[in-house]
Structures are given as structure tokens and as C-alpha cells.
Nanobody
Framework: QVQFVESGGGLVQPGGFLRLSCVHS????????MGWYRQAPGQERELVAAIGNDYMKIEDSVNGRFTISRDAAINTVYLQMDNLKPEDTAVYYCNSYPAMQNNWGQGTQVTVSS
């Protein structure tokens, strides 16, 4: 089973920034499409951004503020989050894109609050 380990979350004030990291255990995912997802309390998990070879997708709600990138050599995907807003508060997960539904990590909590 593939393992995803997310890190980098925390408490930040509105307008602040965080950089999330995700290390995955599956070597073949280095060349697969990967995504960052988030789930706010009481809401369904949603895609935030995805990246692949010659492919990038950024959801409208974070476009211009979030950037997804990867370092395939170390099986790591990043999410740079700038100008954070309270509505970005959620648990953030990484997974393949489309996601392997039975294979989620623990996620990393992002809280945006003054």
C-alpha cells in the first residue's frame, strides 16, 4: 500500500504563508500526476491543485495564491500557500490525481486565524 506523509501545516494569520510537503513511498508516482486536496470541517474533501508531466491544475479558489511543485528525485510534492485566508483552514492531504480513495495519509492541519 502506498504511503503519503504530509507535513508543514500550522497556525498562521490571514495574509501569511506556509509550505506543505508530501513524501510518498511509491517510486512509480514520481512520473504520475499528483494532487493536493483539503477537507474543511463538515465539508467534503476537494482538490486544490494537481501536477504531472506537462500538466498543472489549480482550482479557482486558490489560483494566484497557491503553487504546486515536485521534486521527483526525492518522491516529494510541495504546496506553497501564500496570502492565506481563513477559508483555507482545512486538513490538507496529498494523493495521486485522480486519488486512490482507500489510500489517504493523516494529512496536515492548516489553520488561518488572527
Amino acid at each position: 500500500q502506498v504511503q503519503f506523509v504530509e507535513s508543514g501545516g500550522g497556525l498562521v494569520q490571514p495574509g501569511g504563508f506556509l509550505r506543505l510537503s508530501c513524501v510518498h513511498s511509491e517510486w512509480s508516482l514520481r512520473v504520475a500526476r499528483m494532487g493536493w486536496y483539503r477537507q474543511a470541517p463538515g465539508q467534503e474533501r476537494e482538490l486544490v491543485a494537481a501536477i504531472g508531466n506537462d500538466y498543472m491544475k489549480i482550482e479557482d479558489s486558490v489560483n494566484g495564491r497557491f503553487t504546486i511543485s515536485r521534486d521527483a528525485a526525492i518522491n516529494t510534492v510541495y504546496l506553497q500557500m501564500d496570502n492565506l485566508k481563513p477559508e483555507d483552514t482545512a486538513v490538507y492531504y496529498c494523493n495521486s490525481y485522480p486519488a486512490m480513495q482507500n489510500n489517504w495519509g493523516q494529512g496536515t492541519q492548516v489553520t488561518v486565524s488572527s
